[in-house]
């Protein structure tokens, strides 16, 4: 039985570092290649050797598909591609394309110029690297080579980010990445048609977790970034760069034109202007809302959002500041949470989750007296508020794509063990579908019952048509006579009679023979005769003909008498009847 | 063999020879028009090859075909059929036979034999589909004929079973516009084509199509269902299994069908009982289906979600149980339960403490679930509308919150539950959204009483810079009860906020508060001193009486006041005062109240009876008194006739200001006396007993007050709505006496003969059309001038122009008034310009030769149609004049009889040396030829140029309704 093979390098049974194989039809295929962004030794990157331990990566892989451009998910890129060595084709979608290799060099910084490491991929790799990429349109399906196929669906979670469809011969699996299925202010919803693939391969990141509406959190943001406003304080949000920066700037902005707010929104600026640009290009794969209304403006086009400069923020009067880094634990939004936290107007809203022992964790347990280097410390009056806007489907939205696919097999990466433990109950349960979730460098394997085509002649399938009851019954599964030619790697249904010819082969005929011994005093011609007007008055309905050279042909079958040698009373019968696929029951006279 | 090669040769040869040819006897058939049939007989035999004929049926049918020849033409057509080895020719013939027997006036019944005829040796399956579908259309054109139909739902049923979807598309649309209604299909009906399908039932039938491997069939059985339902056959619930698996079809059509399906089914057997699968419980259907359609408001497409969320709204027999989990979300955590932000918001009100929001972890999860408790695929109606609300595509969301509003506005538990879901979606980021939320909760506002924070959610809304957003929400504040004081306190204080940011909203602010206050007398009363700042012991300085906050307080409290006697004791002096002024002033909002000792100041308010019932019907009889009187006034002449008029008009004009209810009514009526007393004067003895050259002053007086009756006859027919054809008799009368007086008053100044002539045949045709139009009004017209003009008509068409001239004037001395009966209702058209208001001294400064754009904003009064009639008027300060056309986007419709327009004005002028005023006013289009009562005949089966001569010649003009505006402008020099 074909098989299809599923390793989790990076991602199984834990966040980050998002790295899949996949054979399937004897194509490999590797699905994001992300890094971990919590170590910062070998442990990054995912471990290539597994696929080879010498010689080019070219040879294995088949293709390497990017889904979205968070780091996690293709930071190692790079890395694989120049310093391991491949020269496959690497597929992502433009908007990934555009602003992935924006993330990879600012990664790059970090990591080479601040923290001084060696042996890291170069700007140049990046460059060479961002050359093997071919773009994917939506719903547009590539011809990866003549057998693999991958199509992208939206996916929602950040611009650009794509489920793919991979598919050789019948097999297919779909790959989601990152999605979200509840639309937000910039993003639509995931969505994907019924293809019912063999294994849907879903990140599980909120496995246990049903969320509040979307509304009632942007409703509260607003309400606390509103009443802060009319106080006269000033409003911090700590955000990373790209994604939810870019959601929140919309709601603010929107937010901002509808009250008619005058108080400036400041950006800091930096990379986010730069994929504010990548924003306003791909409009597009924004949510219907932004699609609609761009031709009179681009939301992304802020009227109210001005980039931040550092003296701002001693200005006085109210304003809102968004800052990177996202958990306060460097850099300007930490500049500009020391400056105003002793005013108690002021307020910082943290927008996503907080990582233990930055200053962003300590201040939402609620320490109100923060420890600075140098053995100052520093009071926080400012108020602190909690928003979690995240882009990941709920263990709701997960059931909801998978109600959506259809799949055969589920397979759950890219969340922690024990909530996939949960969900994959619930799976089994609802859906009564197997549901797997390997761990790092873990194979599964799911056997597939792939359907093997076959050419029929148009003739035999219409003669076959012809026969045939009524034609509504689709569903049922139809029977059909016809000879099955296996030639040179096809598959052929055809008539007998053509097979015989194609074949050269001569039509054989089987025919039955038996004797019946009766004991009748009458000559041959009358009991002949007899038995004759017997069928005929037994066998209503059926064509029974007395021949001239002394037989019976009762539809096909022939009937001959004979005496017997011995004794002439003793008659014998010959029943003789070709091998027929309709077999008429009772026909055959007794006695 | 031969036969056949012959002919090929034939056509070839006759290719070349006559294509020459072709073109002439084509035109020449089309200018003499001769029946239709023969031409086209001539062309289809003219056709050498398929492509010809196509092209000679594609311009046979852009021309009408008249029912007399109808039959004629088919007959050819059928007889080319036959002979056409074409398929596509076949196929535009048979779409021609369907067009043709849609012919008004022809009864398709004797095509019917061709065309099933024709259906029998038909192979190609695609004109067969085209040959169903002409059918049908016979079908439907002869309902009355039930072994027709018989006929031809057999020849459905025999091809229903063939292999190209089309072809069953069409037989399953055959049955279901014609399968019978009367149950199922009896035994009489045992003919030769009977074989299979006769003795079945229809429905049957099409379900099994349920079924068909091809989608569009599929659908098209569903829909084939729904017809037959809406035709009024009884659907058997059988079927409700079978649309239910269609739910999960794979083919967004086939599920939105379904739906419909499962829904029409829930309606007709809400009460039976299903039972649930897998468990052995049962439910009743409605419940179930609406369980299942629930589950659609989740699919992949979003027409089906947008399908789905319309039809839950009208299943309203649907259990309150089942309807309040569309509603119900667990959220968890980590497999921790979590409380919804709604939850929370309840427990904080309930605790009495504000949201404070502060707290980290006020969400935090709680009490660990249960694994296997936690239900994620939500069976049954779990969330449906939770899901709804928050979909990607407005068009669901909005689906989804009118769906709620239905099922709150017949379950107040359920509205109850709902509010805080429609609340959220006054955020939503579509305008469009937000605002039918808001409508929504106004309508369910009845049932419901909003709490503290609901309320305060709701405020917020107000400071959104969308008008409409903000009308609407004062709208909704207009009907919504609050529970406490505070809550009353919050709303004010934010409706003042909003009449800071916003002045211009004050109209609506004032109408809001005062609903507000009489809405809740009692949360008012402890908040008075506050409001009025009224101190006990101090003398609190007196506010301003113009500030619009002020005044808006005022209304609020006034308004409370009214059913709250206690209430103006606690007034100061100068709140009576400025009581008096505002009951004046702004009398609509500020009701009349009993003032302890200040009765007999406001005596003539009549408190006791209000502006109630009783004092309409007085106003109404004054009204027909008055009316009364004018028409004892036979002799124009007499002397006190013009005095009376004059002062009927004046009475009529001050009962019109007086009650708002009767305006209408007493504006026309002064304004037809007005024409008539124009009349009056100008038939002056006087006048007419002078020598021509004398008169010419009084002449010029005269022909101007002709010209004013015709504008004025203009205004009565288009300005007010209601009018019956009576009335419009009546002005149209007016109009012709006018008309009449012009012209004698044309043929003593001008000495043209010619023009003369030209003017009494204008008059005649003019007298012509009256009589046509008002041919039923006519014997209520007796003894007018109409009347005996139209008796002395056959000598006035042969007789010369100077003796017409001579018998009009008799006529119209002699005539008497004609008496005006009023109708039920009757409204003038009104504009109000409410932006720009004419206060501002900035003028608007541009740089000339550029434009500048002028916000309007005004309020139309029973304007009927105005996306066609309203137009603005731009009066420059040298007498330019510029017309401009609103959008028909504009033009929104908050209320009954009433519109609100909101656009833009493009302005530009040269250069001035100083600001200067324009002026801006709204006009009211006319063409007389869109009277109502003239209505264009139908025309064929397709559109005619040749369009029947204009009955008069259209007379069109624009009324000015709205006072003009002056707006301060000024353009620049361009800077070079």
């Known amino acids: ?591 | 063999m031969a036969a056949h090669l012959k002919k090929r040769v034939y056509e070839e040869f006759s290719k070349v020879v006559q294509i020459p040819h072709e073109e002439t006897p084509a035109k020449k058939l089309r200018l003499s028009k001769p029946s239709k049939s023969a031409a086209l007989h001539i062309d289809l035999c003219k056709a050498t090859n398929s492509t010809d004929a196509l092209q000679y049926l594609l311009q046979f049918a852009r021309k009408p075909v008249e029912a007399e020849s109808v039959e004629g033409v088919v007959r050819i057509l059928l007889e080319h059929y036959y002979k056409e080895t074409d398929n596509s020719v076949r196929l535009k013939i048979a779409s021609l036979l369907g067009l043709l027997s849609k012919t008004q006036g022809f009864s398709p019944d004797c095509i019917v034999d061709d065309a099933i005829n024709t259906l029998s040796n038909e192979k190609s399956h695609q004109v067969l589909a085209q040959l169903l579908d002409t059918l049908l259309v016979i079908g439907t054109q002869l309902p009355e004929s039930p072994a027709l139909r018989l006929r031809l739902v057999e020849v459905a049923y025999k091809h229903l079973s063939d292999t190209y979807f089309g072809v069953r598309n069409k037989c399953l649309q055959l049955l279901g516009c014609l399968g019978m209604v009367d149950a199922p299909v009896g035994k009489e009906n045992e003919g030769p084509g009977t074989s299979l399908g006769g003795l079945r039932d229809v429905q049957s039938i099409i379900s099994d199509y349920f079924g068909d491997q091809d989608p569009r069939v599929r659908t098209a059985a569903l829909k084939a269902m729904l017809q037959l339902h809406e035709r009024g056959m009884k659907i058997h619930q059988i079927i409700y299994d079978q649309a239910c698996r269609l739910l999960t079809d794979d083919y967004e059509q086939v599920r939105s069908a379904a739906v419909q399906m499962v829904w029409v089914l829930s309606q007709l057997y809400p009460e039976s009982i299903v039972p649930i699968p897998s468990s052995n419980e049962e439910i009743r259907l409605v419940d179930d289906a609406f369980g299942k359609i629930s589950h659609m408001v989740s699919d992949g497409s979003w027409m089906v979600r947008v399908q789905a969320a319309k039809t839950l709204g009208s299943m309203l027999q649907v259990s309150p149980h089942f309807l309040e989990q569309t509603l119900d979300k667990k959220l968890m955590s980590d497999l921790r339960r979590k409380r919804t932000a709604h939850e929370r918001a309840k427990e904080l009100f309930a605790s009495g403490e504000f949201s404070s929001g502060r707290k980290w972890a006020d969400d935090a999860p709680k009490e660990k679930l249960d694994t296997n408790t936690v239900n994620l695929i939500a069976s049954g109606a779990c969330g449906a509308f939770v899901h709804g609300l928050e979909d990607e595509m407005f068009e669901v969301r909005i689906a989804a919150v009118e769906a709620l509003c239905h099922l709150a506005r017949s379950s107040p538990s359920f509205a109850e539950k709902c509010l805080d879901f429609l609340v959220d979606m006054f955020n939503d980021e579509i305008e469009e959204v937000r605002l039918q939320s808001i409508h929504v909760l106004r309508e369910i506002s009845t049932h419901i009483t909003l709490r503290e924070d609901q309320l305060d959610t709701v405020l917020a809304v107000l400071e959104d810079s969308s008008r409409d957003i903000r009308e609407a929400l004062h709208e909704l504040l207009c009907y919504t009860n609050v529970s406490t004081k505070e809550c009353i306190q919050l709303a004010l204080l934010e409706l003042l906020k909003n009449l800071n940011k916003y002045p211009t909203d004050r109209n609506s602010v004032w109408k809001c508060l005062k609903f507000l206050g009489s809405r809740h007398p009692t949360l008012v009363l402890p908040l008075v001193p506050e409001l009025l700042s009224t101190h006990p012991y101090f003398d609190t300085p007196e506010p301003d009486m113009d500030d619009p906050a002020y005044i808006a307080v005022l209304v609020l409290v006034f308004n409370a006041a009214k059913s709250c006697p206690t209430m103006p004791a606690l007034f100061s002096d100068h709140t009576f005062r400025h009581y008096a002024y505002l009951r004046d002033s702004l009398s609509h909002l500020v009701p009349p109240l009993r003032l302890p000792g200040r009765k007999q100041v406001y005596g003539l308010d009549s408190v006791d009876s209000g502006p109630g019932s009783g004092s309409v019907e007085s106003a109404q009889l004054f009204l027909q008194q008055s009316l009364n009187r004018v028409s004892t006034i036979q002799n124009l002449e007499a002397s006190g006739a013009q005095d009376l008029l004059d002062l009927t008009i004046r009475d009529l004009q001050r009962l019109g200001e007086l009650q708002t209810e009767l305006a209408g009514a007493a504006d026309f009526c002064a304004t037809y006396l007005r024409c008539q007393l124009l009349l009056m004067k100008a038939l002056q003895e006087k006048l007419w007993n002078m020598a021509v050259p004398l008169c010419l002053k009084q002449n010029v007086t005269a022909t101007a007050a002709a010209q004013q009756i015709l504008e004025e006859t203009y205004k009565l027919e288009f300005l007010y709505s209601g009018l019956e054809s009576r009335q419009v008799a009546t002005i149209h009368h007016v109009r012709l006496q006018a008309k009449a007086l012009q012209l004698v008053l044309t043929a003593r100044t001008r000495q043209g003969l010619d023009l003369l002539i030209g003017s009494c045949e204008r008059f005649l045709q003019d007298v012509e059309s009256f009589q046509r139009l008002f041919l039923t009004e006519l014997p209520h017209l007796q003894d007018s001038f109409v009347d005996k003009l139209l008796e002395l008509m056959p000598r006035l068409s042969s007789c010369k122009p100077v003796e017409l001239v001579k018998i009009l004037q008799t006529t119209l001395r002699q005539s008497g008034l004609l008496q005006l009966r009023l109708p039920e209702q009757i409204h003038r058209a009104t504009a109000t310009i409410i932006e720009p208001t004419g206060e501002s001294d900035n003028p608007l400064r541009f740089t000339s030769g550029l434009v500048v754009a002028l916000d309007i904003d005004a309020t139309l009064e029973h304007v009927q149609d105005p996306q066609n009639t309203v137009k603005v008027q731009v009066l420059y300060p040298d007498g330019q004049s510029h017309v401009i056309h609103p959008k028909p986007g504009d033009f929104r419709k908050p209320g009954p009889h009433r519109h609100r327009l909101i656009t833009q004005v493009y302005l530009s002028h040269t250069a001035w040396t100083e600001p200067s005023q324009i002026e801006v006013r709204l006009l009211l289009a006319y063409s007389s030829s869109s009277t109502s009562l003239t209505s264009p005949s139908k025309l064929g089966w397709s559109e005619s140029l040749e369009s029947l001569p204009a009955a008069e010649a259209a007379v069109e003009g624009t009324i000015p309704f709205s006072k003009a505006v002056k707006v301060f402008i000024m353009p620049k020099p361009a800077r070079r």
Not at chain 1, 210 to 221: A, H, L, P, T, V
Request: proline residues 5%.
């Open chain 1, 1 to 591: 039985m074909p098989e299809i093979k599923v390793t989790p390098l990076g991602a199984g049974q834990d966040v980050g570092r998002s790295c899949i194989l996949v054979s399937i039809g004897g194509k490999n295929i590797m699905l994001d290649c992300g890094m971990h962004m919590g170590y910062n030794d070998d442990r990054r990157f995912p471990d290539f050797s597994y696929i080879t331990q010498n010689g080019r990566l070219t040879d294995f892989l088949d293709c390497v598909i990017i889904s979205h451009f968070h780091l996690d998910h293709c930071g190692a890129l790079p890395y694989m591609s120049e310093m391991v060595g491949y020269d496959g084709p690497i597929y992502m979608t433009h908007p990934t394309k555009a602003i992935c290799p924006i993330l990879l060099e600012d990664f790059r910084k970090i990591t080479v110029d601040k923290k001084g490491e060696t042996n890291f991929f170069t700007s140049q790799m990046i460059k060479d690297c961002m050359k093997k990429v071919i773009p994917l349109n939506l719903h547009q399906t590539v011809q990866v080579d003549d057998e693999l196929e991958i199509k992208a669906y939206y996916a929602g979670h950040v611009l650009g980010a794509a489920m793919v469809h991979i598919k050789v011969g019948s097999e297919s699996v779909v790959y989601t990445g990152d999605y979200n299925m509840t639309p937000d202010r910039h993003l639509g919803a995931a969505w994907i048609d019924k293809c019912r693939p063999d294994i849907l391969i879903s990140e599980s990141t909120y496995a246990t977790t049903i969320r509040d509406s979307k509304r009632c959190r942007e409703r509260d943001f607003l309400k606390k970034v509103h009443e802060s406003i009319e106080r006269g304080g000033k409003v911090l949000i700590p955000v990373f760069a790209l994604g939810r920066a870019q959601e929140l700037c919309i709601l603010l902005e929107t937010f901002w034109e509808r009250m008619n707010l005058k108080a400036p929104i400041y950006f800091s600026t930096g990379l986010t202007e730069k994929a504010n640009h990548y924003y306003k290009l791909f409009i597009t794969w924004t949510n219907q809302k932004i699609r609609k209304t761009f031709v009179q403006r681009n939301m992304f086009e802020f009227k109210h959002i001005k980039a931040f400069d550092r003296s701002y923020a001693d200005n006085p009067g109210p304003m809102v500041v968004f800052a990177t880094p996202g958990m306060l634990h460097a850099g300007q939004s930490l500049q500009i949470f020391k400056k105003w936290a002793g005013n108690e107007k002021n307020m910082v809203i943290m927008p996503g989750y907080c990582v233990q022992g930055t200053i962003g964790h300590k201040i939402l347990n609620g320490q109100r007296k923060l420890e600075m280097e140098g053995r100052a410390t520093l009071d926080v009056k400012l108020q602190v508020e909690y928003m979690s806007f995240s882009a990941h489907a709920d263990a709701k939205g997960i059931m909801q794509l998978i109600r959506m696919a259809e799949p055969r097999n589920m397979l759950l990466v890219h969340g922690e063990a024990v909530k996939m433990e949960f969900l994959k109950g619930k799976i089994e349960q609802e859906f009564s579908i197997d549901c797997y979730m390997p761990a790092n460098g873990e194979t599964t394997t799911v056997t597939t019952n792939p359907s093997v085509p076959v050419d029929i002649s148009l003739n035999l399938l219409k003669r076959e048509m012809a026969l045939g009851g009524p034609l509504p019954d689709p569903k049922k599964p139809r029977t059909m006579h016809g000879t099955l030619i296996m030639k040179e790697n096809s598959l052929k249904l055809v008539s007998s009679e053509q097979a015989l010819k194609e074949l050269g082969l001569n039509e054989h005929q089987l025919r039955f023979t038996c004797h019946v011994q009766l004991q009748d005093p009458h000559s041959d011609a009358d009991t002949l005769h007899r038995i004759y007007t017997h069928l005929k008055s037994v066998l209503k309905g059926y064509t029974i003909q007395h021949l001239p050279d002394g037989t019976v042909i009762v539809e096909s079958i022939v009937i001959k008498v004979s005496s017997s040698t011995e004794d002439s009373n003793t008659k014998v019968l010959l029943l003789s009847w070709s091998y027929q696929t309709l077999i008429y029951n009772g026909l055959l006279p007794g006695g």
